[in-house]
Structures are given as structure tokens and as C-alpha cells.
């Protein structure tokens, strides 16, 4: 069974041996990555492709653990040496295949983003997705979430460690776009089962070929466990109240990788969406977050929310709160809810601090 973790083991020098035909690796670097831990590819995946949205920096301690200099580099982060796999040699050559013209170093990129993307989803198989192992995988994920309550009432939710600033949806949320981290519409596609008919994830950059693999492997796995609890008799249990088990189907789920702007401009004048969604994409730029409110204001529904979680204050050509707050008004009035929700955090390891202070505001179309 491909979730197994004998077999994971098994398999794990023959995705190796394939890894090395898409990315430059010496046979002495084969052997290093032979010698790592299968679940390594899946801290060095997320690290490269997912963005801000989920950056992990396990704790240093002996550098061969992490595979440095190869997988990543120790950095000092908050007072205390880490290990970035964003800084390693691995990630380097990758960059450079992302940057190439070349039509051969792309196809080699894509093939190597779609099968670390299959890769770590076994990784999350075995260890089990609701496991506090996998989770720590995804630290960051999501950062901003729509799922229902126990009486099937929808709520944007801000998680923030322990606690969690939510704010209720009362209108319909049949269809959504999600500008960002596909990560997080990925998971909306299984808590939206029933309330949600197609969510359409729109990003770009050097994550967009690995994580519309996540969502395409993932949303093969939420068709099957609902076939599967459908036939079983569970399903009823898992959905909200109001909708019956025989008749509820997971949301479509579609991916565009070529950017916000680009994805935006192409719209048919007449699309209209429920919800639009732009979550830690400070990092795309101010251009990015600009397309995504023109986005909003011209194709939400009467009614419709733009909802947005970003940190207080820009660094370098990010695009902060402070960069976006006076645009989104000038184009979708003042929000019906604002305010401060914890903060952006960047790193596994427990004792060092979460990164920037972020804030939310929901807008709503008039």
C-alpha cells in the first residue's frame, strides 16, 4: 500500500534516482539524500514552493541531520541557529531552473515541482494527515480558513495559535476565488463539502507548479473518502446539518498559476464570485494585491466579501497592510470588520517567536 510506511521506505531511493534526472546531483549528493529521512523532502518542499505561507525552520544541532549545506543552510533566526532549506544548494539549482529560458530546464522544473508534490502527500499519508507529526508540516496552514460550525454557520477564521478570530458569513458561498497559497483553498475544498460549488485558486511564481499537484492530489483524495464514508454510512457525520449525505459532492477545485493580474484580466466581464480571498500574499508585491481588489471590486456579487490578512507593515516590494488598507477602500468602501489577528508564523520550532504582527479586514460589494 502507497501509504505504508515499509513501503514509503522502500520507494524512497526510487524517487531519488528520479529526483536526480530533473535536478543536477552528483552521485555523492544521491548518496546524502539517500541517507536523509524520506519526510525531509516534505520540510524542503513546503520551504521552496509553498511561499510565506508555510517556511519551516526546524532547530539546528548537527548540521548532517538536515543535510547541510546540501537541503539547507543554518541560519540565525530570533537569537537562534536554524536550518533554512530555502539557503541550500538544492534550492539554488532549483531557482535556476525556475529562471531559465531554457524549454528543457522547465520541463525538467515542472516534472521535479509535481513529484515533491506527490512525495510529500505519501509523507503525509503515513504519518496521517490529522496527526500532530503531519501537522507540523504545515505550521502556517492555513492562515485564513472558511469552514462552517457544528450547526453548518460559515466563518471566515483568522487562526492564531490557540485561539482564533473568526467572523460569520451570512450570505451564500457557493463560489470562491482564492488569490494566493493554494494550500489554503486546498483545504477549503474539504471543509466547504455541500456549501461551496467551485473554488478557483489563483497564484503564480516558482510554487504554482507544485502546489496545483497538491490540489490535484488532494481533491482526488477528498473524492474518494466521500465516495468512500457515502457508502460506509459516515458521511452524514462529517458535513454540516443541513445538507444530506446522498446528494452533497466536493466543491471543483481549479488552479491558475500564471498570477493574479494575468488571471484577473482574463475573467469573463459577466463571472461573479460569493467570496474572494487574498491571504499572505504580501510577498507577490503591491502590483499582485492591486489586481486582486480591482479583481474584487469588479466580479464580486452584490453582497459579496473580499476578505484580507496580510502584516502590519511592508518589507521591501511587499505589499502590507499599509500598502493595500487605502487602496481596498477607494475601491470597496470601508470594511464591515477589521482589526488585528496574531500573527504571521514562519517556523517549526515552538520557542522561537512567530514573525510580524498582522491584521484582517472583510469588505463587502455594494
Known amino acids: ?25 552528483s552521485a555523492e549528493e544521491q548518496h546524502i539524500a539517500k541517507s536523509m529521512l524520506p519526510a525531509l523532502w516534505a520540510y524542503w518542499g513546503l520551504a521552496l514552493f509553498s511561499g510565506d505561507e508555510s517556511t519551516p525552520y526546524p532547530p539546528g544541532g548537527d548540521p548532517e541531520l538536515w543535510g547541510v549545506p546540501f537541503f539547507g543552510n543554518e541560519v540565525e533566526k530570533n537569537g537562534r541557529r536554524v536550518v533554512d532549506f530555502s539557503a541550500g544548494e538544492l534550492a539554488e539549482r ?22 515533491v508534490a506527490w512525495w510529500t502527500f505519501r509523507v503525509g499519508a503515513v504519518a496521517g494527515f490529522a496527526s500532530e507529526e503531519w501537522c507540523n508540516f504545515m505550521p502556517t496552514m492555513p492562515q485564513t480558513l472558511i469552514k462552517p460550525d457544528r450547526a453548518g454557520q460559515l466563518h471566515v477564521h483568522f487562526p492564531d495559535g490557540n485561539k482564533d478570530v473568526a467572523h460569520p458569513i451570512e450570505k451564500s458561498c457557493r463560489t470562491i476565488m482564492n488569490f494566493g497559497p493554494g494550500l489554503t483553498g486546498m483545504v477549503m475544498g474539504g471543509e466547504l463539502i455541500g456549501h461551496t460549488q467551485k473554488i478557483e485558486c489563483v497564484s503564480g511564481g516558482i510554487g504554482a507548479t507544485y502546489i496545483s499537484s497538491w490540489l490535484e492530489i488532494n481533491m482526488r483524495y477528498i ?10 454510512g459516515t458521511l452524514q457525520a462529517t458535513i454540516s446539518p443541513q445538507f444530506k449525505a446522498a446528494r452533497v459532492r466536493p466543491p471543483e477545485l481549479c488552479y491558475s498559476n500564471h498570477g493574479i493580474s494575468a488571471h484577473v484580466d482574463a475573467l469573463n466581464p459577466k ?43 511592508s518589507l521591501g516590494h511587499e505589499a502590507g497592510m499599509d500598502r493595500i488598507a487605502d487602496y481596498a477602500a477607494e475601491h470597496l468602501g470601508s470594511p464591515a470588520a477589521s482589526g488585528p489577528c496574531g500573527e504571521l508564523r514562519q517556523n517549526l520550532d515552538p520557542n522561537l517567536s512567530r514573525d510580524r504582527a498582522a491584521s484582517f479586514a472583510i469588505y463587502q460589494k455594494q
Not at 4 to 23: K, N
Not at 278 to 290: D, K
Open 1 to 25: 500500500m502507497l501509504n505504508s510506511e515499509s513501503q514509503l521506505y522502500e520507494d524512497y531511493p526510487l524517487f531519488v534516482d528520479e529526483v536526480s534526472q530533473h535536478v543536477p546531483m
Open 271 to 313: 463571472s461573479r464570485y460569493d467570496i474572494m480571498l487574498l491571504s499572505s500574499v504580501h510577498s507577490a508585491g503591491v502590483t499582485e494585491s492591486h489586481a486582486a481588489i480591482r479583481g474584487a471590486a469588479k466580479h464580486l456579487r452584490e453582497g459579496g466579501l473580499f476578505v484580507v490578512k496580510a502584516p502590519d507593515v
Open 94 to 115: 532549483v531557482q535556476h531552473m525556475y529562471e531559465s529560458d531554457d524549454p528543457d530546464a522547465q520541463r525538467r522544473f515542472a516534472r521535479l515541482s509535481s513529484r
Open 223 to 232: 473524492q474518494n473518502e466521500v465516495a468512500r464514508r457515502r457508502q460506509d
